[in-house]
């Protein structure tokens, strides 16, 4: 069946560092992939997304680019704040049920200032 | 747009009680998933309703768990009896439409925690 291996954490940057967090993923189809993130005491919010291979998601100055040769979708960002201090989530879902999504472990990123 | 609200936002009881969760998604939505993270794993996914109706109760861990969603607008999760296992936070999610990676929009999650 589908699986999404995510890079473990937790994950401790300064302000201003670069991120990346690792996920590779195992699908029979040809999936959509999707990072999530977790705001303390809020729900999960989709943070980017990507539906064919060479896509690139970005949002909030994150970006995912999905590459179907190393079935991969890591998630970067140049420059992080301590406003982005959550738990991110990589997910996929087949096209034929979007909503029935597989998801990693998630990884709880903590930014310092 | 009000979003998807779920209840209690914490619950705490005793192995071998009963434990009623509820999720109101955002109106219009006929799709509602549950999904749960326990020990804090992976989210994962329990099952999907249309309307009132059962898609894919494929995830539902056991019998001990009932979810229903009369007249197709709340739905609730009810696990009876509980066991520690049950653990962790439960999602629901809602969206329009199954197909073409359609935006889940998910609720603030109930946690539970099973003594």
């Known amino acids: 069946g589908d699986s999404v291996t995510q890079m473990e954490g937790p994950v401790t940057l300064s302000e201003e560092a670069c991120l990346t967090i690792?996920?590779?993923?195992?699908?029979?189809?040809?999936?959509?992939l999707f990072w999530y993130v977790q705001y303390p005491g809020e729900g999960l919010q989709l943070l980017l997304k990507?539906?064919?291979?060479?896509d690139k998601g970005s949002n909030k100055g994150f970006e995912a680019t999905y590459r179907k040769e190393t079935t991969s979708f890591h998630l970067e960002k140049g420059s992080v704040q301590v406003s982005d201090s959550a738990v991110y989530f990589c997910?996929?879902?087949?096209?034929?049920?979007?909503?029935?999504?597989?998801f990693g472990d998630g990884t709880t990123l903590t930014v310092k200032p | 747009e009000a979003g998807v609200t779920q209840f209690p936002s914490h619950s705490v009881i005793e192995k071998g009680q009963t434990v009623t969760l509820r999720c109101d998604p955002i109106?219009?939505?006929?799709?509602l998933y549950w999904y749960r993270r326990v020990m804090g794993k992976e989210i994962k996914f329990l099952l999907h309703?249309?309307?009132?109706?059962?898609?894919?109760e494929s995830g539902m861990p056991n019998n001990r768990f009932l979810a229903e969603r009369t007249g197709g607008t709340y739905s609730t999760l009810k696990v009876q009896p509980a066991e520690l296992e049950d653990s962790g936070v439960y999602f629901c999610?809602?969206?329009?439409?199954?197909?073409?990676?359609?935006?889940?929009?998910f609720g603030a999650g109930s946690r539970l925690t099973v003594l």
């Open positions: 309703f249309v309307k009132e109706s059962k898609q894919d």
């Open positions: 690792n996920c590779t993923y195992t699908a029979t189809g040809y999936p959509s």
């Open positions: 109106s219009g939505h006929d799709n």
């Open positions: 999610a809602s969206s329009q439409s199954q197909i073409r990676a359609n935006v889940l929009t």
């Open positions: 997910a996929l879902s087949e096209r034929t049920n979007a909503g029935k999504s597989t």
């Open positions: 990507a539906t064919k291979a060479d």
